[in-house]
């Protein structure tokens, strides 16, 4: 069955095939995006999901990766959920890994037992957008899933097995909000320890709320420069571990890549030459979503 458009995914999924689960997202409100704004959320048909990975199968049988589209794949329950990896594995015998987006709230409904269930049938990777760790930024862009409830979500899924791969939205509080977008950030993704860190930027989207309270001049958006800094404030409170992280998003005017904590100075080095002007930014006409 043909993808119903529009779909996004990661750029690390870009190999993946990309079996869409649910249209649009259960928590369509948040109101800085735009993905699924003229999507309703509905969980497809047995029967569409099911003809898509033989029809898939039948022309790409050396598939690796899978990546679960749309925004919301976990909506599903695990009675309904393991049936389709079940079925992943059968068609697609060289399956390594399967992953999907996941919202904080998703995930901490779910028992431990729940969880290795789904590790234990290939879903090795979850993508969860934390976005801010600051509450009450969150609570003001309408996201679903709180602070607290992430970072239970990400600590359970890995003592799991299951990696998770945290995003960051960058400029998300907007000058108003710089400092404490920054610090809570920085204390939220501390706790979680994600095997995974990605930074995206804020970019104003036509028709979302986040857009209209900006025309109206009640949200300040951070210029190229900003971001950079609030970049170099959340990178340098960073205290991990093990995490691989990864700035390599259209959004982003400088893409940086790296693993903590071995190449943390070497990237605080990147940004502060950036920030001084002595190293070239993406041009804005090649940013985007």
Request: hydrophobic share 40%; net charge positive; with cysteine.
């Given at each position: 069955?043909?993808?119903?458009?529009?779909?996004?995914?990661?750029?690390?999924?870009?190999?993946?095939?990309?079996?869409?689960?649910?249209?649009?997202?259960?928590?369509?409100?948040?109101?800085?995006?735009?993905?699924?704004?003229?999507?309703?959320?509905?969980?497809?048909?047995?029967?569409?999901?099911?003809?898509?990975?033989?029809?898939?199968?039948?022309?790409?049988?050396?598939?690796?990766?899978?990546?679960?589209?749309?925004?919301?794949?976990?909506?599903?329950?695990?009675?309904?959920?393991?049936?389709?990896?079940?079925?992943?594995?059968?068609?697609?015998?060289?399956?390594?890994?399967?992953?999907?987006?996941?919202?904080?709230?998703?995930?901490?409904?779910?028992?431990?037992?729940?969880?290795?269930?789904?590790?234990?049938?290939?879903?090795?990777?979850?993508?969860?957008?934390?976005?801010?760790?600051?509450?009450?930024?969150?609570?003001?862009?309408?996201?679903?899933?709180?602070?607290?409830?992430?970072?239970?979500?990400?600590?359970?899924?890995?003592?799991?097995?299951i990696k998770a791969s945290v995003i960051v939205l960058l400029g998300l509080g907007g000058r108003q909000n710089f400092k404490v977008h920054a610090r809570d950030t920085i204390k939220a993704i501390n706790k979680m320890q994600p095997r995974f860190l990605s930074f995206l930027c804020l970019m104003l989207?036509?028709?979302?709320?986040?857009?209209?309270?900006?025309?109206?001049?009640?949200?300040?958006?951070?210029?190229?420069?900003?971001?950079?800094?609030?970049?170099?404030?959340?990178?340098?409170?960073?205290?991990?571990?093990?995490?691989?992280?990864?700035?390599?998003?259209?959004?982003?005017?400088?893409?940086?890549?790296?693993?903590?904590?071995?190449?943390?100075?070497?990237?605080?080095?990147?940004?502060?030459?950036?920030?001084?002007?002595?190293?070239?930014?993406?041009?804005?006409?090649?940013?985007?979503?």
């Amino acid at each position: 069955m043909p993808i119903i458009e529009p779909v996004i995914r990661p750029p690390s999924e870009s190999s993946s095939f990309l079996l869409q689960i649910t249209t649009g997202c259960s928590s369509n409100y948040c109101t800085f995006c735009g993905a699924y704004q003229d999507k309703e959320f509905r969980v497809k048909e047995d029967l569409e999901i099911y003809s898509d990975i033989k029809q898939w199968a039948d022309i790409y049988p050396q598939t690796r990766k899978v990546f679960l589209i749309d925004g919301d794949a976990l909506a599903l329950g695990n009675s309904r959920l393991v049936v389709i990896l079940k079925s992943l594995q059968r068609n697609i015998p060289s399956l390594r890994r399967i992953s999907s987006y996941a919202n904080g709230y998703n995930i901490t409904v779910r028992s431990d037992a729940d969880l290795k269930e789904l590790f234990d049938n290939k879903l090795k990777l979850l993508y969860i957008g934390l976005e801010s760790g600051n509450q009450d930024i969150l609570t003001e862009c309408r996201k679903k899933s709180t602070v607290d409830e992430m970072i239970t979500a990400v600590t359970r899924v890995q003592k799991i097995g299951i990696k998770a791969s945290v995003i960051v939205l960058l400029g998300l509080g907007g000058r108003q909000n710089f400092k404490v977008h920054a610090r809570d950030t920085i204390k939220a993704i501390n706790k979680m320890q994600p095997r995974f860190l990605s930074f995206l930027c804020l970019m104003l989207i036509p028709g979302t709320p986040l857009f209209t309270q900006a025309a109206r001049g009640e949200f300040q958006e951070l210029e190229a420069e900003e971001l950079l800094e609030q970049s170099y404030e959340i990178i340098k409170g960073l205290d991990l571990e093990k995490t691989i992280f990864r700035s390599n998003h259209a959004s982003n005017y400088l893409s940086l890549e790296g693993v903590f904590p071995c190449d943390k100075n070497r990237l605080l080095a990147i940004l502060e030459k950036a920030i001084d002007g002595k190293i070239n930014l993406k041009p804005e006409i090649f940013r985007g979503l």
